[in-house]
């Protein structure tokens, strides 16, 4: 049976911290590791991609901020830029990851090129696309416009399928494909990172995000603030974002010697293997990849049960759910892991095996592999 050819892809997402990001970052260095050509089209470089990788290739978006805009454009020369990349380097696939404003750009991009030049699009909504700007009168109709043009559409959870059903209205099959972590090796040894962060006897309980306003921090502080003396950790916040506004809180609520912030970090893995116990206090989330994160390194997580974490990992097997909001119910779920080493770690193995069985590049991006083949096959039967 003849191999089928490598595809040459492009994808476009935010450079920057976020899950969407580094979702789109991992899957593109998977692709060009199973042969594919990968070009990424972004205002910059996504921030964990490697140098030198091959069949690698990043191509910026220059925006220029003329006098007459009172906001500068991004959506038309990153449009500009789609089209020209797909035209030079002929790309079989536009894959975009959070629709706005890339599916719309993807859509634009499609149109200024001539027929049999066009790329397949195929757009995954992340989360807070369609659960927050999908409601949004200024954005949803132009969402569902781009949902239409794509190719495929495909969202990171069967919650956010179901979501994006429910506010924008998608006439046509949503594939869902949950995401995929593939941990590099940590820099530094464990104990070498619990030296850094001061810990003796203490449990180290991890939160990594970007801060923004669904993360809710708000509460993360709270409910930390609420485990008794009587259960000894420190509160490792990896900041993906500015951590100064909640400073004011740390110190109110007398968390002080507890709270340890580490921003921008990219050596990941040499926290997550050092952390005993995750804490996620989100009001909103599709995913939540810093969870399957953790899971990897064999620790499990106190979450709050919203959206796509059900999905991701299972309460009272490799970790525990417990309701949005409930400060004292997330106090009381950490100080019984702090409390039960034992079960903690059975928690932890589960929560590895359940990473390693359904949530890896193994697994994962074949399925992406496979749609791509499928639409292109369409597109290229359409055109007969
Ligand atoms: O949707 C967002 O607010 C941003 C996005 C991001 O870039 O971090 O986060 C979403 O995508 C991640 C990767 O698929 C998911 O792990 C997050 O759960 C999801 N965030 C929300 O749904 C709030």
Redesign the pocket.
């Known amino acids: 049976m003849a191999t089928a050819r490598p595809l040459k892809i492009g994808i476009t997402c935010?450079p920057s911290v976020?899950?969407?990001?580094?979702?789109a970052t991992a899957l593109g260095e998977e692709l060009a590791k199973r042969g594919h050509e990968i070009h990424f089209i972004s205002y910059g470089r996504p921030i964990r991609l490697p140098e030198g990788a091959p069949r690698i290739f990043f191509h910026p978006v220059v925006i220029n901020d003329y006098g007459l805009f009172k906001y500068p454009d991004y959506t038309l020369p990153l449009s500009v830029k789609m089209a020209e990349v797909s035209r030079d380097h002929g790309l079989d696939v536009l894959h975009v990851h959070?629709a706005v404003p890339h599916a719309t750009a993807a859509v634009l991009a499609r149109s200024m090129l001539p027929l049999g030049k066009k790329p397949v699009l195929v757009t995954t909504l992340?989360?807070?696309?369609t659960?927050?700007l999908g409601r949004d009168p200024g954005y949803g109709p132009a969402i569902s416009h781009a949902l239409a043009c794509s190719d495929a559409v495909t969202t990171?959870s069967e919650y956010l399928r179901q979501e994006t059903e429910r506010l924008l209205a998608v006439a046509r099959p949503i594939d869902v494909i949950h995401?995929f972590f593939e941990p590099k090796q940590p820099t530094r040894s464990r104990a070498a990172v619990r030296r850094e962060l001061g810990l003796g006897r203490e449990a180290l309980v991890l939160h990594a995000s970007?801060l923004?306003a669904?993360k809710r921090i708000d509460l993360l502080l709270e409910a930390a603030s609420r485990v008794r003396p009587d259960y000894p950790f420190k509160l490792v916040i990896l900041a993906g974002g500015d951590f100064a506004p909640f400073e004011e809180d740390v110190r109110r609520l007398g968390l002080a010697d507890r709270v340890i912030v580490r921003q921008n970090v990219t050596a990941m893995e040499d926290y997550l293997q050092a952390a005993d116990l995750g804490l996620f206090t989100?009001e909103?989330?599709?995913?939540?990849?810093s969870i399957l994160e953790a899971m990897n390194f064999g620790c499990p997580s106190v979450a709050t049960a919203v959206?796509?974490i059900p999905e991701v990992m299972v309460s009272g097997k490799s970790g525990l759910l417990v309701p949005f909001g409930d400060a004292d119910g997330l106090a009381r779920a950490v100080e019984s892991m702090i409390a039960d080493p034992a079960r903690r770690r059975a928690m932890g193995r589960a929560a590895k095996t359940r990473a390693r069985t359904l949530f890896t590049a193994a697994k994962i991006v074949p399925r992406y592999e496979a749609l791509y083949r499928r639409v292109c096959a369409a597109a290229l039967a359409g055109c007969e």
Do not use: A, M, Q, W
């Not at 992340?126 to 696309?129: A, L, V």
């Open positions: 935010y976020g899950g969407s990001g580094i979702l959070y992340h989360g807070t696309d659960t927050l990171v995401n970007n923004r669904p989100s909103s989330e599709s995913f939540c990849l959206g796509g």
